[in-house]
């Protein structure tokens, strides 16, 4: 069996390991002593890393991203971790291996997780809010962005299904909680389709995987003030949408991170919203805690690194 990435541990420290990778992006830098190098960002199913190449020549031709590579991989240390160093690298030669192989996935299953998303659905009752997730969500040319598209450049769900699995497990929350505080109805029609839309945006904010970019649109606009835009346009489509419900599910858009500096331009001013809000965080809080732990798990130290958006790293020991 071929190495993974998620596999090289301190045993293969100073040996030269031969993997198949996929190269998403390469990107020059210079050192201090002004010699050009690059660093490879690549992935296998298991994992995402970065890869320094010390004799980077820029070539004429750029190669066409993203590329199956055979990679050499130098296992070094520097402060007590890990590092890997690529040697050398060329195209593939092994042409029964596809870029679905290596890229890195939801372990979901998504034809279940589509299954789960109509289920979700048929909780909504109002008409004019069914028919507004209809169009937003299970329609072309949305819906098959909506099924693959990743949640996140970095740290939570950014992954192949990433928005689907990641809705799914905000909807699982809210509808807990709706359930618990006893919420309405009409109230539970809110929350639902906010948490349908409130990443809807993704599709339009990143290019699709494996690629790690964003799109233009994305980075002058970002997903909340596209999702709200989207939104807003596509509820003046559907005759007499319900004014209340409308402003109730913009805010909770717009709402959703939270607070100003997380990058929400208005703070949740409903009860749905702040359901949502909290719902969001801890999907993609632990998300990020349990991929971060996994990626280190090869790892000999009893604790991660920094996991920086947490702001502490995290024990290992208790991993069984
Ligand atoms: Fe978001
Ligand atoms: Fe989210």
Sequence with gaps: MTLKLNQITREHLNQELKLTLLLTS???????NGKSYADFQVQDQTQKTTLRFWDYQPHNSEPELPMIVDCAI????????????????????????????????SRWNPEKMQGWLRDYYE??????????????????????????YPAAKTVHHNFMYGILQHTLEVLKYVKMVAGTKKLTQRQVDRLLAMTFLHDWA??????????????VEGRMLGHIFIGAHHTRNMMDTIPNFDDTDALIILNGILGHHGAYEWG????????????????????????????????????????????????TDYFKGGIT
């Design 26 to 32: 390469i990107e020059i830098k210079s050192a201090r």
């Design 74 to 105: 130098l296992v070094g240390e520097y402060r007590e971790q890990l590092q890997l160093t690529l040697k050398k690298w060329e195209s593939t030669t092994q042409t029964e291996i596809t870029v679905d192989q290596l890229v890195r996935s």
């Design 123 to 148: 909780y909504i009752e109002a008409e004019h809010i069914r028919e507004l997730i209809q169009r937003m969500v299970f329609e072309e040319p949305f819906y098959e962005k909506y099924c693959t």
């Design 202 to 215: 993704k599709i339009i904010e990143y290019e699709p995987v494996p690629s790690e970019s964003m799109t």
């Design 264 to 311: 929400s331009p208005v703070l949740p001013k409903t009860v749905e919203a702040q359901i949502l809000h909290q719902a969001d965080k801890l999907s993609g809080d632990i998300e990020s805690i349990l991929s971060f732990t996994e990626d280190q798990a090869a790892r000999d130290d009893q604790f991660t690194d920094k996991l920086w958006n947490m702001g």
